[in-house]
């Protein structure tokens, strides 16, 4: 079955450090991967996107992601993480051959220690 | 450009009552959607218009769900006999066809009591 997967459900982070969130998904193709960010009481914005060409995609806000296809990665990185940066982030899949809608995963809720 | 817009941004009703929720997508996207996102969880897939029409209905939970899209623009999600397990945030998203970005609405947030 088709499935994105966040492991990690909480991180925690100084400013100023890296960040690094995992996202994996389950699928026999390549699929749309996407990348959302909520803040408290906020709709979803997104941070980047994937659809095909170059493997590291640059997003807004200083965010990259890079995908794996050996892996089934899309993992979302930082280099210098800010105290808005906090907020929780959201990995979606759009699996090319299920239609339109996207599988989210669970969600990273990232705090950011100052 | 204007946003998603959605209404109301918080409905609290008692169980067994009927709500309508209301989104305006982006103008000129074609594609609307409805996700519902419970406490602590991501959102999940309820509907997906493409025009007036519900091309992909698979995520609604049961017949107390219902929505349309007259004429291709503003979208309405009706739950009828609401049950305390409805209570979430509601979130509708537009495209500008089809496979690309969606674009989100800041959601309403749904309390059934």
């Known amino acids: 079955a088709q499935s994105v997967t966040q492991p990690d459900i909480h991180i925690t982070v100084s400013e100023g450090a890296s960040l690094e969130l995992r996202c994996n998904y389950s699928y026999g193709a390549t699929p749309y991967l996407f990348w959302y960010v909520q803040s408290p009481g906020q709709g979803l914005q997104l941070l980047l996107k994937y659809f095909s060409g170059d493997t590291l995609v640059q997003g807004i806000k200083g965010f990259e992601a890079e995908f794996k296809r050996s892996q089934s990665s899309f993992n979302l990185r930082k280099p210098s993480v800010h105290w808005s940066d906090a907020a929780e982030y959201f990995c979606a899949v759009l699996f090319t051959g299920g239609g339109n809608k996207l599988t989210f995963g669970t969600g990273t809720q990232l705090k950011v220690e100052l | 450009g204007a946003g998603v817009s959605q209404t109301p941004s918080n409905k609290v009703t008692e169980k067994g009552k009927y709500v309508e929720l209301r989104c305006d997508p982006i103008s000129g996207h074609t594609a609307l959607y409805w996700y519902r996102q419970s406490l602590g969880q991501g959102p999940e897939f309820l509907i997906y218009f493409q025009g007036t029409g519900a091309a992909d209905d698979s995520g609604l939970p049961n017949d107390r769900f219902f929505a349309v899209r007259p004429e291709g623009s503003v979208s309405t999600l009706k739950i009828q006999r609401t049950e305390r397990g409805d209570s979430a945030v509601y979130l509708c998203?537009?495209?500008?066809?089809?496979?690309?970005?969606?674009?989100f609405g800041p959601g309403t947030r749904l309390l059934v009591l």
């Open positions: 998203a537009s495209s500008l066809r089809g496979q690309e970005t969606q674009y």
